[in-house]
């Protein structure tokens, strides 16, 4: 019984080559050699015939690779684009009666916040539906409809979903009287250039 052969003790590339000499001396004679088995240990190069690689890989051309990228990051933007004008992204919903008219209601005030709560009433632009309402500078808005106002914001938000012609109510504080009032919202004026 021989010693185990092992691929690191070198006897591999002996016997490797030996056996492709034989192999090599037996096919010059005419003969047909024997199909040899395979040595497991023995490196690819000694082997017959030189394997082919099971998938080939090609070099990407990099100005292809860029060309395509470019076009997948502008078809990204047009479809951006398309679903933003789609969606009605320019800050008013499509449903809002507002944009469905495309004119905003306007009540014709400038507020502040107030630190006691409510909305203060800075100034009231002449022919305006506040004015029409008798609100002044100084009023105390606390609510418009039935919804409680804490901020000028929410007086902005409660108005930009209505039309002009709508009517709110509006319940404002005068000193130490409450008071509500009803106001027809208006178009707001032309601008002057």
Not at 119 to 145: E, F, N
Not at 149 to 168: H, N, T, W, Y
């Amino acid at each position: 019984m021989s010693a185990p052969r092992h691929l690191w003790s070198g006897d591999w590339r002996d016997e490797s080559s030996a056996l492709a000499e034989e192999l090599a001396a037996r096919r010059a004679e005419g003969g047909e050699a024997p199909e040899a088995e395979p040595d497991v240990a023995s490196p690819p190069a000694a082997k017959a015939r030189p394997r082919r690689p099971l998938v080939r890989l090609r070099r990407v051309d990099p100005r292809r690779l860029r060309t395509a990228l470019l076009v997948a990051l502008l078809t990204l933007l047009v479809a951006g684009g398309a679903y933003a004008v789609a969606s009605g992204s320019g800050g008013r919903s499509a449903d809002s009666p507002a944009a469905a008219t495309g004119s905003a209601a306007w009540l014709g005030i400038d507020m502040s916040s107030s630190p006691v709560g409510g909305v203060m009433v800075v100034g009231v632009a002449p022919h305006s539906p506040a004015r029409a309402a008798g609100i002044k500078p100084g009023d105390l808005i606390t609510q418009i409809d039935t919804e409680p106002i804490a901020a000028p914001a929410i007086v902005e938000a409660a108005i930009s979903g209505l039309r002009p012609g709508d009517q709110v109510e509006i319940e404002l504080q005068r000193g130490s009287t409450t008071y509500t009032t009803r106001a027809t919202l208006a178009t707001p004026p032309a601008r002057n250039p």
